[in-house]
């Protein structure tokens, strides 16, 4: 069946510290994506990444769609990037998500 | 610019009632998704729409139901609620072809007590 899976499931970080988020996708799971989901549960687009490496300030990702994983790197945290980070890849018309993983950055 | 609205922002139902969850988008995407989040977990697709008229089943569309009359608004309904239906709810729009394009509501926290 499809599945979309993240690891860590909780990280917890002191500020300026770096990450790398991990998501592993079966077969059937394309156009992949990561969106940030933040303390009051708005969710917000960060990267379409089917295949290769995009930079967004101190966000990165990379997908290998030939391996069937996709990591996000955060640089430099800070407080702002707490909250929860999906990956979501599409089968068909619609977009299955992973369980995500909770990010706390202290200060 | 308001992008994706979703109302009511908060609901507390008795089992049993019905409701309606509506979801407005202003542009003029052609695919609209209603999502159920609970916690722990990612987003599931409850149903969605490719288009004015059209409607799908996702992967829990148990005991929901759902209308596109007009092409910027998709409603939710629930006919019997059941305290299994207490989670967050999310609209999403995005138009044809742009798979990035994703646009996520505020979210609707349902409670069925």
């Known amino acids: 069946g499809i599945q979309v899976e993240q690891s860590p499931p909780d990280l917890i970080l002191q500020e300026g510290a770096n990450s790398t988020l991990r998501c592993n996708f079966s077969d059937s799971v394309n156009n992949l994506q990561w969106f940030h989901q933040n303390p009051w549960g708005q969710l917000i687009n960060l990267f379409y990444?089917?295949?290769g490496t995009k930079q967004n300030g101190r966000l990165s990702a990379t997908t290998v769609a030939t391996e069937r994983y996709s990591l996000l790197y955060i640089s430099s945290s800070q407080t702002t990037d707490s909250g929860v980070y999906f990956c979501?890849?599409?089968?068909?018309?619609?977009?299955?998500f992973g369980a995500g993983t909770r990010l706390t950055v202290k200060p | 610019n308001a992008g994706v609205t979703q109302t009511p922002k908060f609901r507390v139902l008795k089992t049993g009632q019905s409701m309606t969850l509506l979801c407005a988008q202003d542009?003029?995407?052609?695919?609209m998704y209603w999502y159920r989040q609970d916690p722990g977990m990612g987003l599931r697709l409850i149903h969605y729409?490719?288009?004015?008229?059209?409607?799908a089943k996702g992967e829990v569309p148990d005991g929901y139901n759902v209308s596109r009359l007009k092409k910027q608004n998709f409603l939710l309904g629930l006919e019997s609620a059941a305290p299994s239906q207490t989670s967050v709810y999310f609209c999403a729009s995005r138009p044809t072809g742009a798979f990035y394009g994703y646009t996520f509501g505020s979210g609707t926290r349902l409670t069925v007590v």
């Open positions: 729409s490719v288009g004015e008229g059209t409607t």
């Open positions: 542009m003029n995407h052609e695919y």
């Open positions: 979501a890849g599409y089968n068909n018309n619609d977009m299955r």
């Open positions: 990444i089917p295949s």
